[in-house]
């Protein structure tokens, strides 16, 4: 069983449509939530992190986790070409006695039509 | 730039060489990683060092040999590397070690072993 699932894509949307990417995680006592986005060739880019249930807003970026569902995602609204990559979840925490193990999904690539 | 730096950008080598990555950190901070990224699989934790102390060792094989002389600099020794180690080597730091500390990654090191 992978630890973080993630849709692998493509994902495509119009520009200036909601888009919409989901994350699931397999070990419940995971406590932290990350997104980064990562261009093609380049290293991943912080964009958002969460730690409790509930919505997280960082201008067009909203992060919301549901931690009795495992689940997280990542809506980014009024898509824009430039957002167009690859967004990785990664998970922190968890069973691991040190909490130092962080879990990172495949990624979704996102695709913005002009 | 994110304050993260790795040289070489680029490497090749063969299964009998000896070479070293480097990463050095400008953010103050505490806490440094290497993690591998393959194509079509999720970037894997290889080490952590917090302090300059591994705190973390996600059965990686002998193979790779990590360093931290102090909390600004992190290399990776290898040697005697098979062709399946090809891949993209990122370093990264973050303020503090455990699960609530957000990570920022350098550019990469692209290695091919021959």
């Known amino acids: 069983q992978k630890e973080v699932e993630q849709n692998s894509g493509p994902l495509s949307v119009p520009e200036g449509a909601i888009a919409s990417l989901n994350c699931t995680y397999s070990d419940r006592g995971s406590q932290s939530f990350f997104w980064y986005r990562q261009y093609s060739g380049k290293s991943p880019e912080l964009i958002m992190f969460i730690y409790s249930n509930g919505d997280k807003e960082d201008g067009r970026f909203t992060a919301q986790l549901n931690k009795a569902s495992q689940y997280v995602s990542l809506l980014i609204r009024d898509s824009q070409p430039s957002d167009s990559a690859t967004y990785l979840c990664a998970v922190g925490g968890g069973s691991s006695n040190t909490g130092n193990q962080f879990y990172f999904g495949t990624g979704t690539s996102l695709t913005v039509i002009p | 730039e994110t304050g993260v730096t790795q040289t070489p950008r680029h490497l090749v080598m063969g299964m009998t060489n000896k070479k070293s990555l480097k990463c050095e950190q400008h953010?103050?901070?505490?806490?440094m990683y290497w993690y591998k990224q393959s194509a079509k699989k999720p970037l894997e934790l290889m080490f952590v060092y917090s302090l300059e102390e591994r705190v973390e060792n996600n059965s990686v094989p002998s193979r790779f040999s990590p360093e931290c002389p102090n909390s600004s600099h992190l290399f990776l020794h290898l040697h005697t590397l098979q062709p399946e180690d090809s891949a993209l080597y990122l370093c990264?730091?973050?303020?503090?070690?455990?699960?609530?500390?957000?990570?920022?990654f350098g550019p990469g090191t692209r290695l091919t072993v021959l």
């Open positions: 953010l103050g901070h505490n806490a």
């Open positions: 990264a730091s973050s303020l503090g070690a455990g699960a609530y500390n957000e990570q920022f």
